[in-house]
């Protein structure tokens, strides 16, 4: 069901088609999402590949929930490949939900859905505990206040069950980034991995519940037993930068 307490205008996106892709837009100068239009549920950005990196440490999560649809590549990857896990997606625009059937995103059944809320107040009613929270929520005008705040990430711990993961996309760079990180350390007392993507856009910062990341070695951080060979090949360079960022943690 709708929040009725969520805004009424949005900006509403577009969709720009390039040779082989499908991309979602607020303006030119910054894409929301992009997709390969002969293999749909592929990961296309790096970012959303090294996102993904949750299921080193938390393998088989039976639920997920995702803060912000965009073109739904999170979406339908763990769709597609985590078939035990239960996937809420939040989404504050309708706008952007009226283009799921652009990008592919599947029909609400039932261990999916897409629901039309604001995502800081989701998070801070904590209807349901999750194992894995993702926080990918960006409207035209950048990172909402919403999303960022020392009250938001203090929701986002409540609502994760113990040894559950935060994983949130913030721009690689941005002013307040050290703000942002240092308010998600508060709420998780230190237990912060950042990595830093290649393509030099991104940060994804992993938060753990009840656990430190330097319980046990790089060495010991392997690929799920149970992710198909597929979805292991998209995953191993994202994989391969959180291992690196552990070992710089455990110096």
Same mark, same amino acid.
């Given at each position: 069901?709708?929040?009725?307490?969520?805004?009424?205008?949005?900006?509403?996106?577009?969709?720009?088609?390039? *040779?082989? *892709?499908?991309?979602?837009?607020?303006?030119?100068?910054?894409?929301?999402?992009?997709?390969?239009?002969?293999?749909?549920?592929?990961?296309?950005?790096?970012?959303?590949?090294?996102?993904?990196?949750? =299921?080193?440490?938390?393998?088989?999560?039976?639920?997920?929930?995702?803060?912000?649809?965009?073109?739904?590549?999170?979406?339908?990857?763990?769709?597609?490949? %985590?078939?035990?896990?239960?996937?809420?997606?939040?989404?504050?625009?309708?706008?952007?939900?009226?283009?799921?059937?652009?990008?592919?995103?599947?029909?609400?059944?039932?261990?999916?859905?897409?629901?039309?809320?604001?995502?800081?107040?989701?998070?801070?009613?904590?209807?349901?505990?999750?194992?894995?929270?993702?926080?990918?929520?960006?409207?035209?005008?950048?990172?909402?206040?919403?999303?960022?705040?020392?009250?938001?990430?203090?929701?986002?711990?409540?609502?994760?069950?113990?040894?559950?993961? =935060?994983?949130?996309?913030?721009?690689?760079?941005?002013?307040?980034?050290?703000?942002? =990180? &240092?308010?998600?350390?508060?709420?998780?007392?230190?237990?912060? %991995?950042?990595?830093?993507?290649?393509?030099?856009?991104?940060?994804?910062?992993?938060?753990?519940?009840?656990?430190?990341? &330097?319980?046990?070695?790089?060495?010991?951080?392997?690929?799920?037993?149970? =992710?198909?060979?597929?979805?292991?090949?998209?995953?191993?360079?994202?994989?391969?930068?959180?291992?690196?960022?552990?070992?710089?943690?455990?110096?």
């Amino acid at each position: 069901m709708p929040d009725s307490r969520v805004p009424a205008q949005h900006v509403r996106p577009y969709v720009h088609e390039s *040779t082989g *892709t499908r991309a979602l837009h607020f303006s030119i100068h910054e894409m929301q999402s992009r997709m390969q239009i002969a293999d749909p549920d592929a990961l296309d950005l790096e970012y959303t590949r090294t996102m993904m990196g949750f =299921l080193l440490f938390r393998p088989e999560p039976q639920h997920i929930v995702m803060i912000g649809l965009g073109g739904g590549s999170l979406a339908k990857f763990c769709y597609r490949h %985590l078939k035990n896990s239960r996937l809420q997606v939040i989404e504050i625009n309708p706008h952007v939900i009226a283009l799921r059937d652009e990008f592919h995103v599947p029909p609400d059944d039932e261990r999916f859905s897409v629901v039309r809320a604001d995502g800081a107040r989701f998070v801070r009613r904590r209807a349901a505990r999750c194992d894995v929270l993702m926080v990918d929520g960006f409207d035209s005008g950048g990172l909402p206040s919403r999303l960022c705040s020392q009250r938001f990430y203090d929701d986002c711990a409540g609502m994760l069950q113990a040894d559950g993961i =935060l994983v949130v996309n913030l721009h690689y760079g941005h002013a307040r980034l050290p703000i942002f =990180l &240092d308010r998600i350390r508060r709420s998780f007392n230190d237990s912060v %991995l950042v990595v830093d993507c290649v393509d030099g856009a991104n940060s994804i910062l992993f938060a753990r519940q009840g656990r430190a990341f &330097d319980d046990r070695p790089p060495g010991a951080v392997r690929r799920p037993k149970n =992710l198909d060979r597929l979805a292991a090949e998209q995953l191993l360079g994202g994989f391969a930068q959180i291992r690196s960022a552990l070992r710089e943690r455990c110096r």
